[in-house]
């Protein structure tokens, strides 16, 4: 497989080496990779600190930034980042106001973010945590138990990060930023596999003409595999699967997510088949998000997102954001 790379040992600092240069704004520490937006820790602010395995951008480090995270640890590719990358992001950012894990739902996550947090505290550093687990594809999977974190990473990150931006205490930034994940579900589609740098080759065999439905960010198994189908037919499937999940009392917020080598082209395309199937089941859309957000390397395909929000939700949606990845309103 060809790709724009050295050797795959240095991926992840090259990758860092280069945000580095491209976004001052950050202060990207390339050695024990931690990347932090340049004036944290903000007096009276909490800190929102998040990360993964690499291979999902701009997700996190591409939403370090005023109005989303003020840190994000980028683990090896597919593989979560140690707990030291998220206590010295934590030390980075407290200001004394706390400071909020928002940890998506796979297992070595999970368990090296709640072994940060004890060391964090140890430190005199408070610590709330918050798991995203919005994917109604599969109940369990390789990567963990219960559903897997997904695209409402992007909704969690954002809307605390207003609330953290406007100065709300910690116990008000956790509690919004569960309200999110509880009100938000996912489903995801691959067309092709993805190749990691290590492996060359692709992570999992996916014959020509068929497609995965309910697939994971890593490329894990779904519900089930049929021979390619229409857009029409997979927002059909995919949004029916989410609305089994999720009674939308409540205008949605929208995400077309791409998984990193599905062209805009498409996924507008795509994206007006699933505004054509909420307006058939009746589910209104506050706004819309098109683009490669939580992507999966070079993964082709896509993934839907659906939050419910109230008013108070939609406003810190819609608040400034400033970030890599992001960027609205400033």
Known sequence: MKMLINVAETVIADALRGMAAAHPELTVDVENRVIVRRDAPVAGKVGLVSGGGSGHEPLHGGF???????????????????????????????????????VKNYTGDVLNFDMAQELAEDEGIRVAKVLVNDDV?????????????????????KIAGAAAEEGRPLERVEALARQVNESSRSFGVALAPCTTP?????????????????????????????AMMT?????????????EDLDPRDPV?????????????ELYGFNAEVQRVLGERGVPVARTLVG??????????????????DEELLRLWDAPVSTAGLRWGM
């Open 292 to 309: 490669n957000y939580v992507t999966s390397l070079d993964m082709a395909g896509a993934s839907v997102t659906l939050c419910r929000v």
């Open 198 to 226: 290590a492996k060359g080759s692709p992570t999992f065999e996916l014959p020509p003409g068929e497609l995965e439905l309910g697939v994971g960010i890593h490329g894990e198994p779904g519900r089930e595999r049929r």
């Open 64 to 102: 370090v930034g005023p109005g989303m995270l003020s840190a994000a640890c980028p683990g090896e590719v597919f593989t979560s980042p140690v707990p030291d990358q998220m206590v010295r992001a934590a030390a980075a950012v407290d200001s004394g106001a706390g400071v909020l894990f928002i």
């Open 137 to 157: 594809a599969v109940t369990d999977s390789l990567y963990t138990a219960g559903r897997r974190g997904t695209g409402a990473t992007l909704f969690v990150e």
């Open 231 to 243: 857009s029409r037919e997979i927002a059909d499937f995919s949004v029916d699967a989410i609305l």
């Open 253 to 265: 917020l929208v995400l077309v997510n791409g998984m990193g080598a599905t062209p805009l082209l």
